[in-house]
Every structure is written in C-alpha cells, then in structure tokens.
C-alpha cells in the first residue's frame, strides 16, 4: 500500500508541475453532499464540457470495472448528482459500494468531475485516506487516457479543419490564376480588335476620301455633260 501512495504522490507533484504553466488538468480532494451530509470525495478539473467528461467517465468505468453510471438522478436533491449503486471496486473497498459521480462545469471551458463512495449495506462514507488517495488515483488514471485522446480528436479536428482551410485557399488561387489567364486572353483579344479597328478607321478614311473623289468626278461630269448638252442645242 505504501508504495501506491508513494506513486501517487509522485503522480501528483508531477502533474502539479505540469499543471503550474499550463493549467490544463487539477486533481485533488473536496467534499460532497449526500442527504444533507457531507463526504469526502476526490475531484478532476480538466478542459472541456461536463457532458463530454460524465459520457467518457461512464465509459472508462465500463470499460476497466465493468461498471455502469446509470443515470438515476435525484431529482429532488441533486440534480448534478449521479449515483450507480451496489458495485464493486475492489481499490476503493472490499466491501460493495454506491459509487456518486457529479459532473460541473467549473468554469467557461473546464469542468470538474468528482467522485465519492458510501457502504451499499450500512451508508457508511467509504473516505479513509487510502480510499481517498485511491479515488483520486482512479480520476487520474481516467484522465491519462481521456484527455489525451479528447485533446487528439480536438487537435484531428484542427489539422482537418487547417487542411480544408488550405484546400480552400488553393481553388480559391487557382480561380484567380485561371481569371487572370481569361483577363490576359480578353486582353490580348481587345488589343487585337483595337488594332484591327484602328486598321479598319484608316481604311474608313480611305474609303471616305474615295467617295468623296469620285462624288466630286460625278459632279464635275454632270455639270460638264448638262453644259455640252446646252451647247449642243444652240
């Protein structure tokens, strides 16, 4: 036992170290009301939702102690409260327990989850130091597993989320690239009809001074016919 406590308290000054800078993950001890009666509990504060942090402790315990939180709440008393009754878990006592699990959120992104424990025959408080010191062992080695992989799905969602923003980013140049290559294409389109309606002015002053000439030829032919015509008749 005396080397539980031992790595226990190692885990904790090694997490309280960590926890000095980054602040990310709190375990200690506190209390809990049950029936206008206060028990000593054990408690986790970590980054995330009191939803996410109760579904994957109701997990973990199914998962390692073959344990449901059956979500009878008392309704009347607690609402917070949860309480899954007649279990076993040998670390917290040999005896069966009710297991009381209440999940708040502790601040805008963390909450805290806090556990305690009553004898299932006689309503004893299971909350000797070894017990307490279990109860937290057990919180800490939930949050070894759950907030590493909680903080890998949120850093997956970030890196894909990153990669769609990239994504985006790259049709979003491709589309200025491919406009740019349109705009270059109808640039060169409006210099070529530029010039050809430059070339097309020239030819239109050509073709004006050519009316113009041969409207001054029909003129000149008409007066000296119709003059030829008067002489003719005298």
Not at 59 to 83: A, G, S
Not at 96 to 124: C, P
């Amino acid at each position: 036992m005396k080397s539980c406590s031992t790595l226990l308290l190692l885990l904790i000054s090694i997490l309280s170290i960590y926890t000095a800078d980054a602040q990310t993950v709190t375990l200690g001890t506190s209390e809990m009301t049950l029936d206008s009666m206060e028990i000593d509990a054990a408690h986790l504060i970590a980054y995330g939702e009191e939803d996410d942090i109760i579904d994957a402790f109701d997990k973990w315990l199914k998962k390692n102690y073959d344990i449901n939180i059956d979500r009878k709440k008392l309704l009347f008393i607690d609402r917070k409260l949860i309480t899954t009754e007649d279990v076993s878990i040998p670390v917290l006592s040999d005896k069966k327990i009710n297991l009381y699990v209440r999940s708040t959120q502790h601040s805008s992104d963390q909450a805290e989850l806090k556990i305690g424990a009553r004898n299932f025959i006689n309503g004893n408080p299971v909350e000797s130091t070894q017990a307490l010191q279990e109860m937290q062992m057990l919180l800490l080695n939930f949050a070894s597993e759950y907030l590493v992989e909680h903080h890998r799905d949120i850093l997956s969602d970030s890196q894909d989320h990153y990669d769609d923003l990239n994504k985006d980013i790259r049709k979003a140049e491709d589309k200025i690239s491919n406009n740019h290559k349109k705009i270059d294409k109808l640039q060169r389109e409006i210099e070529d009809l530029a010039k050809e309606i430059s070339d097309l002015e020239s030819a239109k002053e050509d073709a004006t001074r050519q009316v113009e000439t041969h409207q001054a030829r029909l003129d000149e032919l008409e007066s000296d016919l119709k003059h030829l015509h008067k002489k003719a008749k005298s």
